[in-house]
């Protein structure tokens, strides 16, 4: 592979354009599995996939550095992979397995890695907000240089509690990137019905919270964008919030029917928009690789994916006296 070659984006070498392309099909291909898991009836609940909005967990992550904390809401197997969790630990964990982040007692929406700092995994829309808050006021308090990302939805956007944060936040200028994923839709409802201003970004103007609206299915624009949030909260002039403008390909959960938008209406985003394919666009025709190192990758890929799956059937359930484990946090622990 052509690995001292650029990509022409002075952000961007050709080998972490490469490293963007596997990170966002590992993600694809893991919730590809998943999805087919959830159909053999090996997954239960609910479960919420990322498909086609990998450009915004892979170039935030490719922004930040070791320390830095993420927060997410129920669509998290993307920020747990690109954050980088285990596959396998994340595919038991959806299987309700032992071998889980949560030893199967958590499933789809609340796992956590403390040696990741990824803080969940929220099913309430927006809890995670004043939360993931709250974390960046604790690396604050402490006097590092750590940045909080708190991921949410266009939907959670509307919720109160967002703005109850936004003011404290940039009161006490904490160290916090709100990311709005804008992905159009919240459950059926689509950002057209439910508000009438589009820049969701704008209303932190209202608190005196810089932010900006960036593509979401362009990887190193994320990532240009992100660096720039990061930036600001380090310098401590935080917080900052990106609106990332992204699209979901796959229903709002398995259970979706799916009647509040067109067939033809995804098909075109897949089709013109798709954030990895426009990646390997680029690494083919730039002379950056070549097909066939691009099926290396692919089988690579699929191999990670299908050992997670045979890790996570592998794994028992867990026992049952796991009912009592790890409901109450240990005094010792919570302090530290
Ligand atoms: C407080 C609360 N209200 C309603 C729900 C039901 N609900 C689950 S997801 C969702 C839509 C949220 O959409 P958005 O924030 O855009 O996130 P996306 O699913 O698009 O990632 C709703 C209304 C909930 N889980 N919590
Ligand atoms: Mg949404």
Redesign the pocket.
Known sequence: MAARKTTGKSNVSADELLKYYKDMLLIRRFEEKAGQLYGMGLIGGFC?LYIGQEAVVVGLEAAAKDGDKRIT???DHGHMLACGMDPKGVMAELTGREGGYSKGKGGSMHMFSKEKHFYGGH?????QVPLGTGLGFADKYKGNDNVTFVY??????N?GQVYESYNMAELWNLPVVYVI?N?Q???GTSTKRSTKSPNLWERGAAYGIKGEAVDGMDVMAVKAAGEKAIAACRAGDGPYILEVMTY?YRG?SMSDPAKYRTREEVQKMREERDPIERVREMLTTGGLATDEDLKAIDKEIKAVVNDSAEFAKDSPEPSLDELWTDIYAAPEEAEA
């Open positions: 919420h809401s129920y669509r099913g309430i829309v927006g809890a949410f939805g266009d939907g959670a956007a919720q994923e992905n839709y919240a459950m979901r709002h």
